[in-house]
């Protein structure tokens, strides 16, 4: 155990290490983005140990693993941390992630708004939460016939930031994108400034909307350029892990 928790605070520390660099980069060192570490195919005691290091924040991206993980995680490690789903989401799933969740940051339609905002109002029902969930809309960043890496179409947010700040058990925070596969850095840092533009755009109506999670293991230092408030970054702290589907 002692030997994992080295290996996570030495990658932990690493990545620390490139986001301040990139921040004092951007002149943003005052403005630092939260940190989301992904634990994804990875223990709920990772998840402790990152806990112990300070990690606030943790993504999860799928249902059945993340719900399992955070209910076994010690009350004092849940109590003061942010959990966020970060990947698709079936609608049959939403009403259990509504429930453990504190963000999801992958909303792109508006069946999963009504069934995010009816499973939330539930889970307060029966105390299992007491605030309105935290979200995001995701963002197809992908152009012409580039596969897109899920998201809405630009093109549907203002409609659907809408239903979300009209849902009584919902919050609004933002817009959340994936990098399309195989960009170069300069392609990477248009997509991304093109979600922080999307982001204002949002702010017009929806003044609360001031978060815009972008930026992974490998793209972190463009994510931290553009603006990014919130990086999501899974194998750069935790190691590689199987591949994804
Ligand atoms: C897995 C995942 C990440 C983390 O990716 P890494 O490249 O391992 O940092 C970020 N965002 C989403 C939506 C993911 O599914």
New binding site residues.
Partial sequence: MSGRRDELAARLAEVRERVDAACAAAGRADAPPTLVA?T?FFPGSDVELLAGMGVTDI?E?RDQEAGDKVAGLSEQVRADLRVHF??QLQTNKARRVARYADVV??VDRSRLVRALDSGRETAVEEEDATEPLDVLLQVDLGEGDEAGRGGAAPGTLGALADEVAAARWLRLRGVMA?APRDLTPDDTRRAFDRLVALGEELRHTHPDATWVSAG???DLETAVAAGATHL?????ILGS?PP?R
């Fill in positions: 992904v994804k993504g991206s970060v990947g940051q992958s994936i992974m293991s490998g999501r970054v899974g194998s750069a892990r994804h």
